[in-house]
Antibody
Framework: EVQLVQSGAEVKKPGESLKISCKGS????????IGWVRQMPGKGLEWMGI????????RYSPSFQGQVTISADKSISTAYLQWSSLKASDTAMYYC???????????????WGQGTMVTVSS | DIQMTQSPSSLSASVGDRVTITCRAS??????LAWYQQKPGKVPKLLIY???TLQSGVPSRFSGSGSGTDFTLTISSLQPEDVATYYC?????????FGQGTKVEIK
């Protein structure tokens, strides 16, 4: 079964760092782009960025460039989203999702992780 | 950056009604348009890609149309299980953008 399994919920304080993960299985992890999507409480979906695990080519939305870092470790079929200094406004559900087709970055997301809830509060 | 604008932001319709949601891109995106359904508390689900191609397993009452800047998602006969928020997404470049969402409720 093709699936993405994300790490568990996190509660952090402002200023702390965080790295959440997304592990792919059931398919060739290096051949499909993985994207990250933010959903703030009660709000819509926001496209953050994507990474191609095969060569770690990464693209960011201008809104998230410099705010987060997307990375991948193809040896363990895992993509990451990390923050160096969290803010209360980072409180949200974060989803990883896989592109529908191999190789191409210009594609819809057909497989989604279950989401990781990140809560930042003092 | 290309902006995606959905309308309406919410709607209420009766079971069996035909429902249409519109998505407009601020620039032409050919047919690089997807529609997702997100039920309350659930993970988004891909319904349609390439503007009009139904994802495997999606009921045929869902359909999509459009090209360039104007797109529509149609539910031919609204069912109770279709209560959800629907999002369009453009993906014509390596930066995707979602619409703000349309919440569909049963009257």
């Amino acid at each position: 079964e093709v699936q993405l399994v994300q790490s568990g919920a996190e509660v952090k304080k402002p200023g702390e760092s965080l790295k959440i993960s997304c592990k792919g299985s059931g398919y060739s992890f290096t051949s499909y782009w993985i994207g990250w999507v933010r959903q703030m409480p009660g709000k819509g979906l926001e496209w953050m960025g994507i990474i191609y695990p095969g060569d770690s080519d990464t693209r960011y939305s201008p809104s998230f460039q410099g705010q987060v870092t997307i990375s991948a470790d193809k040896s363990i079929s895992t993509a990451y989203l990390q923050w160096s200094s969290l803010k209360a406004s980072d409180t949200a559900m974060y989803y990883c999702a896989r592109s529908r087709l191999v190789v191409t970055s210009a594609d819809a997301f057909d497989i989604w992780g279950q989401g990781t809830m990140v809560t930042v509060s003092s | 950056d290309i902006q995606m604008t959905q309308s309406p932001s919410s709607l209420s319709a009766s079971v069996g009604d035909r429902v249409t949601i519109t998505c407009r891109a601020s620039q032409g995106i050919s047919n690089y348009l997807a529609w997702y359904q997100q039920k309350p508390g659930k993970v988004p689900k891909l319904l349609i890609y390439a503007a009009s191609t139904l994802q495997s397993g999606v009921p045929s009452r869902f359909s999509g149309s459009g090209s360039g800047t104007d797109f529509t998602l149609t539910i031919s006969s609204l069912q109770p299980e279709d209560v959800a928020t629907y999002y369009c997404q453009k993906y014509n470049s390596a930066r995707g953008t979602f619409g703000q969402g349309t919440k569909v409720e049963i009257k």
